[in-house]
Every structure is written in structure tokens, then in C-alpha cells.
């Protein structure tokens, strides 16, 4: 799940997961043809290699599609001394070969009459102790249908400490751990195989995996009440409107002595270029590139990023 950029030689190195092949050597040939003098080479062998390339100093920058989790800081924090430094680079569209966490969506039974939610909602069904009250029914959620109203929501999901926990636990509920009443799955197929078995089940997943899956659908989503529900659709991720993509994460290790190493902040700057951005739309690998608002953010997050000590 990882490409990290390391030395050798004057060479850089791209290690990681060969689902980032193709955005790898998009960017490698994109960056080269506007610094021929600092070669990159795709040596792709792994997450765990990634994570541990940065934390023994081997890496200064390490290209993520998932968030490093709260149970990988540690071990982080032990090696560096603080928790991970990370900027988002690219957005998972609803083709990202991902079945961790690409373009998330809410899915719910093909039966099911309820046809978005907002996150509040959501975090009130996936998590308990809300000050407005948990939601345990789907009446409570609005749903019209009177043979609906009294029934008991099942919600699914995967295991806290999994990539897609980490994610819906920072960007969709709060902060807070599962309900006790909440099933929890060791994989993806598998939650969504018995969503299609539960009509009144619901579960968050990446959309490219779902649409494997018949008898289920997505739900429209809000980041809040008054705010217009916004399908998941490569559209919407593109121009910044849908509230739950997922994407890849660029961590920056600074060295010893703060920064980084000329290369690597080069590097790290034409990611987020215009021609790297540009790579990253033409490299048919599934992620897209950032909308501007999120561009604007991510450049001044890495600048912040890379001026920071060690």
C-alpha cells in the first residue's frame, strides 16, 4: 500500500505495493523529464517496508493509501521521536484498486426506502454515547416507510484497527470506537456479502469493491443536516464535494538536523505541482488528482511539513 522514496547511490528508490505501479512511474517519468539529474527507481516490496523504511531513516518520503494508524504511530513515535507527518496528494476515485478504503460510501440493502444521511447521522447509527442519543432504529433516521420506523438498525463494519476503521474513525465518526452492537468483519467482501443477506443492515465500504456485490446500494451523503446529500461518483470526488474519499498520503520524515534532503523536497513539491498533479490524472490508476481547494491546503500543509524540525 505504500511507495517510499529513499537514496542510494544518488538514485531514488520507490518502494511499496505494486497496485501503486502505475501512479508510480507516471510521476517517476513526469519528475525525471524535469530533473533528469535525480533518476527515480519502482522498487515495489511492500507497506511494511514502507512504514519501516521511515522509521529507521531509510526514507524521507513515503507515499501511503491508506493513513498510518493509531496502532502504527507507536512503534512510529519510538523511532522517531514524533507521530507521523502526512499530506494527501491524490483522491481515491471509485475505480482505485483498493479494498481497504478508495472512494467510501454508505451502503445499505437494495430494500432499504432510506436514501442518504448525513455524518452526524451515521456517527449516532456506527458509535454509541451521543449527547442527541444513538440511533438504533431506522425511524429515527427519518425513514417514512411505517413498516420501516420500528425496525432495528444492524450496522456493519470492519475491524477498528483496519485501514478503513482508521479512516471512518477520523473523517466520519468522530473519533469515537464501535457500538457494541456493531458487526465487525475481517474483510471487506465479506461485511458487504452479509449486508446483501440483511435487510436492515448498513455499512460503510469502498464503492469498487460494492459494485461486486448485488443487492446493495449507496446511500447519497452530508457532512451535515443543512447541508445537500452528494452521491459518490468520480465527479464529485473530483471537484471536492463529496465528504468521504479516501486517497493516497505523502509522510514526511525530516532529517536529523530539520527539512529535507534537496532531492526529496523536490520530489515531495512536484507531487503536488501542476505536472504532477497532471501525472496523477493520466496514470488511469484509479486515483484522481486533488481539487483546488484541497491543492491550495496540501501545498501549505508540506511546506509547513518540510521546514519542520525532526
Known amino acids: 500500500m505504500t511507495a517510499s522514496i529513499e537514496t542510494a547511490g544518488g538514485t531514488g528508490i520507490v518502494a511499496g505495493s505494486a497496485s501503486l505501479a502505475p501512479l508510480v512511474q507516471h510521476l517517476n517519468r513526469?519528475?525525471?523529464?524535469?530533473?533528469?539529474?535525480?533518476?527515480?527507481?519502482?522498487?515495489?516490496?511492500?507497506?511494511?517496508?514502507?512504514?519501516?523504511?521511515?522509521?529507521?531513516?531509510?526514507?524521507?518520503?513515503?507515499?501511503?493509501?491508506?493513513?498510518?494508524?493509531?496502532?502504527?504511530?507507536?512503534?512510529?513515535?519510538?523511532?522517531?521521536?514524533?507521530?507521523?507527518?502526512?499530506?494527501?496528494?491524490?483522491?481515491?476515485?471509485?475505480?482505485?484498486?483498493?479494498?481497504?478504503?478508495?472512494?467510501?460510501?454508505?451502503?445499505?440493502?437494495?430494500?432499504?426506502?432510506?436514501?442518504?444521511?448525513?455524518?452526524?447521522?451515521?456517527?449516532?447509527?456506527?458509535?454509541?454515547g451521543h449527547a442527541d442519543g444513538d440511533c438504533v432504529t431506522w425511524g429515527q433516521l427519518s425513514v417514512r416507510d411505517a413498516a420501516w420506523q420500528s425496525r432495528v438498525i444492524r450496522p456493519l463494519l470492519r475491524e477498528e484497527g483496519s485501514a478503513l476503521g482508521t479512516h471512518l474513525r477520523r473523517h466520519a465518526?468522530?473519533?469515537?470506537?464501535?457500538?457494541?452492537?456493531c458487526g465487525q468483519f475481517d474483510t471487506t467482501r465479506e461485511m458487504l456479502l452479509a449486508l446483501a443477506?440483511?435487510?436492515?443492515?448498513i455499512?460503510?465500504?469502498?464503492?469498487g469493491v460494492a459494485g461486486s456485490v448485488p443487492g446493495i446500494r449507496p446511500l447519497a451523503l452530508s457532512v451535515e443536516p443543512s447541508a445537500p446529500p452528494v452521491a459518490c461518483s468520480a465527479a464529485t470526488i473530483a471537484d471536492g464535494s463529496y465528504p468521504l474519499a479516501g486517497g493516497i498520503t505523502l509522510y514526511v520524515r525530516p532529517h536529523e538536523r530539520g527539512g529535507l534532503t534537496p532531492q526529496a523536497r523536490v520530489y515531495a513539491e512536484f507531487v503536488l505541482s501542476k505536472e504532477g498533479q497532471q501525472a496523477i490524472a493520466q496514470a488511469a490508476s484509479g486515483y484522481l488528482p486533488l481539487d483546488p481547494g484541497s491543492l491550495h491546503a496540501a501545498r501549505t500543509a508540506l511546506l509547513s511539513l518540510i521546514e519542520e524540525k525532526a
Not at 173 to 181: F, I, Y
Not at 197 to 201: A, L, R
Request: overall charge negative.
Open 197 to 201: 443477506g440483511e435487510p436492515s443492515g
Open 173 to 181: 465518526l468522530g473519533g469515537r470506537g464501535w457500538t457494541a452492537g
Open 30 to 128: 513526469a519528475f525525471h523529464a524535469r530533473h533528469p539529474e535525480w533518476p527515480f527507481t519502482p522498487s515495489l516490496a511492500g507497506a511494511a517496508q514502507g512504514l519501516a523504511s521511515l522509521i529507521h531513516g531509510r526514507a524521507a518520503l513515503s507515499l501511503q493509501r491508506r493513513e498510518i494508524s493509531d496502532e502504527e504511530s507507536v512503534p512510529y513515535f519510538k523511532g522517531v521521536g514524533h507521530r507521523p507527518r502526512g499530506v494527501r496528494v491524490a483522491l481515491a476515485g471509485p475505480e482505485a484498486p483498493d479494498d481497504e478504503v478508495g472512494a467510501v460510501a454508505l451502503f445499505v440493502h437494495a430494500d432499504n426506502p432510506l436514501a442518504s444521511l448525513d455524518l452526524a447521522q451515521a456517527a449516532r447509527v456506527f458509535t454509541e
Open 203 to 207: 455499512a460503510f465500504a469502498p464503492l
